[in-house]
Every structure is written in C-alpha cells, then in structure tokens.
C-alpha cells in the first residue's frame, strides 16, 4: 500500500508520515523545499517529492503510482494572511487533489478539516450532524474545501473520507506552546469565567485515527470528528498542566470585552499592511468559545479508542518543551 501524505513538513503531517513508515507503508511525502525538515523525512526511509497544493503539474507527478492520499497540507491561521491565501490552500487545492486523484489511479483520499467547521458548540458536545458555524476565514475556508471535495469525489468516483480533529498538542506542537509556557512560569491570565470547554487530541491518537480513516473499508464518503477521550473546562485543564508542572495556577482573570477591541483595533492596522498582529480576535476567541465533540462515529465505526490520556499527553509534552528549552 503506496501513501501520499501532503503537509508532511509539519507538525501532524510530519507524525503521520513517520507513524506509517514505521507500521510498514511505502509513504511519499511533498514538500516545497529542501530544508531539514525534509531531509529528516528523508533519512527515516519517506520519499521526498517536490511540489506545491497550488501547482497541478506537481500534484499529479506526486500521485503517481499511490493508493491512498492523506492530505495534511493547509495554510493556517495567520492575522495577516487574506482570504485568498485561506481558499487557494483550504478549498480550491482539495477539489484539484481529488479530481488528480481520480485521474491518476487513487483509491481514497483523507482530507483533514477541523472541528472549527461547528463553531462555538452551544450545546455540547457536538456530533458530526451539529450545525455548521464556522467563526474565521480560516473555518469557512475548511468548510468550503469539504464542500468542494465531496462534490469532486461524486463526479469522479473517489473515496473521499473527512476527518475534523479538534486541537491537536503533543510533542512538536508550538501552538499550545504560549499556554503550556504561561501556566508553567504562573504568567497565564485567563479571560472571562474559563468554564468553556476545550477538548484536546494528543497527536499520535490523531494520527491512528488518520490511518484508519484511510483504511477501514466503510468509512469512504464518511465524515468523523477525531477527538480524546477527556474533554474540560479550560480551567481544569489550566489546573492539570500547573500540576504536571509542579506549580500552583495563577488565579488571575480579566474581563475579555477589553482584549477583543483591542485586538480588532491591531488588525484593522496590522492586516492590511500583512503584518502579524501583536493581538488578535483569534486568541480572545480562545477563552470564549466552547469546544466539546462526541466521537461514538468514529468509535463505532472505525474503531477508533484514543490511548494516551490527557494527564500523560501534558507530562509528554510538557517534558519535550523543556528538551527544546522553551519553559
């Protein structure tokens, strides 16, 4: 069995390819340039493909001789980034992906989504028939690449499979780095009640559920929330990490109106001239929105029993933090 794993220089691509390379998949990976992130990946035995989501030519070259496609890839959110970055990577690559891999042989892609796609979960936890309400550029971007991906995959005949991970951490992972770094140094203020939930995946569950998605014979045209099994209030995971570190959390709170005009007041002048906000509605957003999901779907379905619990994915990941120097 051939893979093709897109995003692969990244933090869950990169656990991906390496996680099927080592159960014995042939795995090839694109990249954009030669740096050592893909030289790494080359060193553990994934073949290295140059190319770009954006650019046909080098996506059907890559598709070559694959039997099934992970597609990792996607631009991410940055404040500075426009809508048409979002939607060129996010929607627009993943309806040329399935329509190439129609075309070259392919057997069934798995595209990664997220579960920003349901928005703030007013009744949690949410399903995957929960209501659509994505919140950013980035979400909307995600919802339409599923919308165009399902429909590429009816006229072409492909299995497509749509998995949508809620946050993903673990060793690797720098995005949770700031909230890791700022309950271990007792600087982390939380803003507003911190009761809304967050419900992490610790990234080598993800990866599992990945490949099952990839290959469970039923799942094709499905569509599962990949999530772990703890989900909190962002309190008690402040008050989990603070322990696994060996602190007391900081009680501190703030009111969160004042942050969330700040922060619209630095994009309105830092975006257009594509400069990184220092304060973003984004990251107001964190302390505001619920984020809880049921994975019984994919449980029942695939299979799928996230092993790693949240206690132990903190104490991992806390300690690679500490490897690179950052606590």
Known sequence: MRTLVTGATGFTGGHLARALRRQGRDVRAIVRTDDARSSALAAEGIEVCHGDLRDAGSLRRALGGIDIVYNIGANYRQASAGRDDYYAVNAAAVATLVELAAATGVRRVVHCSTVGVHGDVEHPPANEDAPLRPGDEYQRSKLEGERVGREAAARHDVELVIARPSGIY????????????????????????????????YVDDLVEGFRLCGEVPGAAGRTYI????????????????????????????????????????CE????????????????????????????????????????????????????????????
């Open 268 to 327: 309105a002048v830092c975006v257009p001239l594509r400069i990184e906000p220092p304060i973003y509605r984004r990251r107001v957003d964190f302390f505001t929105k619920s984020r809880a999901f049921d994975i019984t779907r994919a449980r029942r379905e695939l299979g799928y029993s996230p092993l790693v619990g949240l206690d132990e994915g903190i104490r991992r990941t806390l300690a690679w933090y500490r490897e690179q120097g950052w606590l």
């Open 226 to 265: 990949l999530a772990g099994d703890d989900v909190t209030p962002l309190n008690e995971l402040v008050r989990r990490i603070a322990a696994a570190a060996g602190v007391r959390p900081l009680s501190l709170r703030a009111p969160v109106w004042p942050f969330w005009v700040a922060g619209a007041l």
């Open 170 to 201: 673990g060793p690797g992972d720098r995005r949770l780095l700031k909230l890791f770094r700022g309950v271990s140094r007792r600087t982390f203020v939380t803003l507003g009640s911190g009761e809304i939930f967050y419900h992490l995946t």
